[in-house]
């Protein structure tokens, strides 16, 4: 399953995914992992919860953000959530098409492993293409 949330900047998307982060560490029968780029949600999400800040990483685009995703599974099979927030800032891309493209290949690794994901994009959700809305 893939969650988007999306809206412009300052419209609540991390406060929102905090909360569900912070959630997670008490539903989840698994490890909960989160990718930001930037250090600033160190002190809001719960300790118990993997914080990945991408910028240590090099992660450039989408192809490289699948390999590092497929990768932090393959290290550990007991994640069952991944947050990540500002995906396209983390990817290096504004291409509409690219994020669609992300998000189903993001789909169907979630359908084959069993592991939730939420994301978090800045931008207009009304401009969204329907192949980003169905993932609200």
């Known amino acids: 399953m893939v969650r988007v949330i999306m809206g412009k900047k300052g419209s609540g998307k991390t406060k929102q995914m905090i909360e569900m982060i912070n959630a997670a560490v008490q539903t989840e029968h698994g490890n909960v992992v989160c990718i930001?780029?930037?250090?600033?949600?160190?002190f809001d999400i719960h300790?118990?919860?993997?914080?990945?800040?991408?910028?240590?990483?090099?992660?450039?685009?989408?192809?490289?953000?699948?390999?590092?995703?497929?990768?932090?599974?393959?290290?550990?099979?007991?994640?069952?959530?991944?947050f990540i927030d500002s995906l396209t800032k983390i990817a290096g891309s504004d291409s509409g098409l690219e994020t669609e493209s992300f998000l189903?290949?993001?789909?169907?690794?979630?359908?084959?492993h069993n592991i939730k994901f939420t994301v978090t994009i800045s931008d207009d959700a009304s401009l969204a293409s329907e192949g980003i809305k169905k993932y609200f």
Do not use: C, M
Not at 37 to 42: A, F, P
Not at 61 to 78: C, E, H, Q, T
Not at 104 to 112: G, I, R, T
């Open 47 to 82: 300790y118990q919860i993997r914080l990945v800040e991408a910028s240590d990483y090099d992660i450039a685009n989408y192809p490289a953000l699948k390999g590092f995703v497929s990768g932090l599974y393959a290290g550990n099979y007991d994640i069952t959530h991944v």
């Open 36 to 42: 930001e780029k930037g250090e600033k949600l160190t």
């Open 104 to 112: 189903d290949w993001l789909n169907a690794f979630s359908e084959k």
